[in-house]
């Protein structure tokens, strides 16, 4: 859409047959995950063309930000994060917080998650509450200008 461009989209059941699909030249661009595709572009399998992230992703130092690519303002990033019900006490969130930040911050645990095409950047629960609500009214417009409709 900020592009300009006219594409088909194809929804696949996970990064296997997409990339399979790509290898055999049957689709001539993807968009995935950087862990579920590092491994295909260290061998030289396939070629990254740019990351959607705002920055560079340190384990394919050479590849540009779509934003660098022509497309400004492109930010797209995957990210995990962890939930509780609602009402769970708030020693418990900040313990679970404190321990989560103490491992995904621990220098062996970074550097597998680098290998793997991973960048952990662990937050505060306001942090992630932030993130969600803007992640939300971006794809909400995203949707709306796309006229995407529930099937």
């Known amino acids: 859409m900020m592009a300009g461009i006219d594409v088909q989209t194809v929804p696949f059941k996970g990064s296997g047959p ?3 699909t790509l290898r055999s030249n049957d689709v001539q661009l993807a968009i ?3 862990p579920s595709v590092m491994s295909q572009i260290r061998s030289g399998a396939i070629r990254a063309l740019a ?5 560079r992703f340190a384990g394919l130092p050479n590849t540009p930000t779509l934003s660098e690519s022509g497309i400004t303002g492109y930010q797209v990033s995957s990210w995990n994060g962890l939930s509780v019900r609602a009402g769970t006490p708030q020693w418990i969130i900040d313990r679970l917080n404190k321990e989560i930040v103490a491992a995904v911050s621990a220098p062996d ?3 597998k998650l680098a290998e793997l095409g991973a960048d952990a950047r662990p937050s505060t629960p306001e942090q992630m509450r932030e993130l969600l609500v803007a992640d939300i009214a971006k794809w909400k417009t995203v949707i709306e200008r796309s006229k995407i409709e529930r099937q």
């Open 109 to 111: 645990v970074k550097r």
């Open 32 to 34: 995935d995950i950087i």
């Open 51 to 55: 990351v959607t992230s705002s920055q």
């Open 18 to 20: 997409l990339v399979t």
